[in-house]
């Protein structure tokens, strides 16, 4: 029973380089959401959908996409990271509204 | 403006203390509250939500609607207990989305 994975679960990249975050859910979930944690901060929400074919702005979307490519999977790639993108990335899912979240073990990246 | 807000950062006590972890919020409406645990370099679990009003591990919270308030407790600390706590907040409007605390580390000391 996998529930939420993600991929990798540690990267390093340089400055201007292009990365895409894996996710994949097998719990049938509608709704899909990605986190940054970051020291002092708690998590923030970068990116969102509510169900396959949509995606919404969080918190903090500056610097990011995302593709819900089915109801399985929602990627999340940085263009051109920065050393302020240096955070753990969660990937998170849930059933319904309201409904607690299942989260993945979490993608360390550094960005140099 | 919706926030939720943890006012320890870190927060430590002996084994067999009592402990309360804050949590305060601010919502127009009726939100959902949560409580989940990061054990170390581990991934969030849910530990409470106000609806079910049970008690996980030992820990209960009440939501204090008065007070927007919604306090971690556990009578007697154990070591186990040392981790990473969440408090956060899902709206009815918010499609899912969940508003986190800036958490607070308890660390249990023996």
């Known amino acids: 029973n996998a529930g939420v994975t993600q991929t990798p679960k540690f990267q390093v990249l340089k400055t201007g380089q292009s990365m895409t975050l894996q996710c994949a859910q097998d719990?049938?979930?509608?709704?899909m959401y990605w986190y940054r944690q970051d020291p002092g901060m708690g998590l923030r929400l970068i990116y969102y959908s509510a169900s396959e074919g949509t995606t919404d702005k969080g918190e903090v979307p500056n610097g990011y996409n995302v593709s819900r490519l089915n109801k399985r999977e929602f990627s999340l790639r940085l263009e051109s990271a920065a050393p302020s993108q240096t955070s753990v990335y969660f990937c998170?899912?849930?059933?319904?509204?309201?409904?607690?979240?299942?989260f993945g073990d979490g993608t360390r990246l550094s960005i140099l | 403006a919706q926030r939720v807000t943890q006012p320890e950062k870190l927060l430590s006590v002996f084994k067999g203390a009592p402990v309360e972890l804050k949590c305060n919020y601010s919502y127009s409406g009726s939100p959902e509250l949560f409580w989940y645990v990061q054990y170390s370099r581990q991934r969030l679990q849910l530990l409470l939500r106000h609806i079910s009003r049970e008690s996980i591990k030992g820990f209960t919270a009440d939501l204090n609607k008065g007070e927007t308030s919604f306090h971690l407790k556990k009578p007697f600390a154990q070591e186990e207990d040392s981790a990473m706590y969440y408090c956060?907040?899902?709206?009815?409007?918010?499609?899912?989305?969940?508003?986190f605390g800036q958490g607070t580390e308890l660390s249990v000391k023996p």
């Open positions: 719990m049938n979930h509608n709704s």
């Open positions: 956060a907040l899902s709206g009815g409007n918010q499609g899912g989305k969940l508003i």
């Open positions: 998170a899912s849930s059933g319904q509204r309201n409904q607690p979240q299942h």
